[in-house]
């Protein structure tokens, strides 16, 4: 396999597909209540008809297995880790997740077809040992929670022409081919346009293509090891499961895929990363990225909350009926994500004070290039006059073209604003969240 020496690559003429598009005319994702109010009509049928076929699709890790093998039969076998993991997946799939007919064909496409990707990741690294001594650039993580603004500012930095970020394409199947990436891309645009089609509410949540810088979790998912899947499914058995694993393995089975992509498509100065579930584990970063930096992004808990409760609603409700506002507001306050936040504020807070840098989403939002020098100051790092440029015309063009509204409030999920405030107030104290 030959490496290509320039990223990103000359732009590819492709005869991609007509994306698959439901006929959605609103522009505005309500204020979500429950799992039925969300389902399109044929959902509804199509998880009537396929509930009376129980026990079939029922979630099986090793038929998974024996599917991915299938696949790539001279792959080899799985990491003893991986299956593992996809086995508390599964269980916890089975007991917590009340999946409907569309969600359990859509476990078994997204499981076997994970699994077979790290069948592949595998076999790529054994035919190439060089890549696991191959260096990578300076790595900059992004951290903050679910719905705080990393999204945006994830993409405003993948704007600096010396920053390496992954395309989604790029962690959605992170194994090069001498052929070129047209069939990952092919693959991934079909997927996401499947995904349009059941809940174009989502795509409007958090905007994905298959071409745009996107978070990194699909590395973890590739070795089952990620709490982005309670976001997709209701699973706190399989969420408690990971919590008391070695973090250590996800990350470095992560370090191994991100060194596969970046030694076949090698560029920049800095590899800048994202994915919100970083900010639970930053000391296991710095154990496998000893010289990574870190940009933290700060929201107000409330509005966070609350968004953090419509994604999770608007998600599940593609696999499971037994979702509801109600609920959510019950079990996401007392989640790992806003227990083990402040834990996560300590822990760089131990850093030398030019390896982090704060940043607050509303600042981002009212100056976003201003605030985001400021943190290139903060990690001594210099922007330069063509990354700025890059990340103005990237402004431009994302206040031309406004997302669909987001509605969503507290109370809607039974919330009380006072409460969350007085819960966080040393947080919001310190970075002054709620002036």
């Not at 100051?377 to 669909?404: H, T």
Request: hydrophobic content about 40%; glycine content about 4%.
């Amino acid at each position: 396999m030959g490496r290509q020496s320039t990223y990103p690559p000359a732009p590819l003429a492709l005869d991609l597909p007509a994306p698959i598009r439901a006929s959605v005319r609103e522009l505005v994702v309500p204020q979500f209540t429950r799992a039925r109010r969300s389902h399109r009509r044929w959902v509804r049928v199509v998880n009537k008809v396929g509930g009376s076929l129980e026990p079939f699709g029922r979630p099986n890790a090793d038929r998974y297995w024996e599917i991915a093998q299938r696949r790539q039969p001279d792959a080899g076998d799985p990491t003893s880790d991986t299956q593992a993991a996809l086995r508390a997946l599964v269980d916890s799939l089975n007991e917590d997740a009340a999946l409907n007919f569309v969600g359990k064909i859509a476990a078994r496409i997204d499981c076997t077809r994970m699994a077979t990707t790290h069948l592949r990741v595998e076999k790529a690294l054994r035919e190439t040992p060089a890549i696991e001594s191959a260096e990578l650039p300076t790595q900059v993580f992004v951290l903050g929670l679910f719905r705080s603004g990393t999204t945006f500012l994830h993409r405003l930095l993948a704007q600096d022409p010396t920053s390496r970020t992954l395309p989604h394409w790029e962690s959605f199947d992170p194994v090069h081919t001498p052929e070129g990436p047209e069939a990952r891309q092919r693959k991934l645009g079909f997927t996401l346009g499947l995904a349009d089609v059941l809940s174009p509410n989502i795509k409007a949540i958090h905007p994905m293509d298959a071409h745009q810088t996107d978070e990194c979790r699909a590395l973890f998912t590739n070795v089952f090891r990620t709490l982005q899947f309670n976001v997709q499914y209701r699973v706190p058995g399989y969420v408690d499961w990971l919590l008391q694993q070695d973090s250590r393995i996800a990350y470095r089975h992560y370090r191994r895929q991100l060194q596969l992509v970046h030694y076949h498509r090698p560029f920049g100065t800095r590899l800048v990363l994202k994915d919100p579930t970083h900010t639970f584990f930053v000391d296991t970063i710095l154990e496998i990225f000893p010289d990574a930096r870190f940009v933290f992004i700060h929201r107000d808990p409330v509005d966070t909350l609350s968004s953090i409760c419509s994604l999770h609603g608007y998600a599940r409700s593609v696999f499971s009926s037994d979702v509801d506002a109600e609920a959510l507001g019950q079990e996401l306050p007392e989640s790992y994500m806003m227990s083990m936040l402040e834990s996560a504020v300590a822990a760089v807070d131990r850093l030398p004070a030019d390896r982090i840098a704060h940043v607050r989403s509303s600042d981002l939002s009212r100056d976003p290039l201003g605030t985001v020098a400021t943190a290139y100051r903060d990690l001594g790092m210099e922007l330069s006059e063509d990354a700025s440029n890059a990340m103005q015309v990237f402004i431009r063009a994302k206040r031309d073209n406004a997302s669909p509204r987001h509605i969503h409030g507290a109370e809607g999920f039974g919330l009380d604003p006072g409460a969350i405030r007085e819960r966080f107030a040393q947080y919001c104290d310190r970075f002054d969240l709620t002036a």
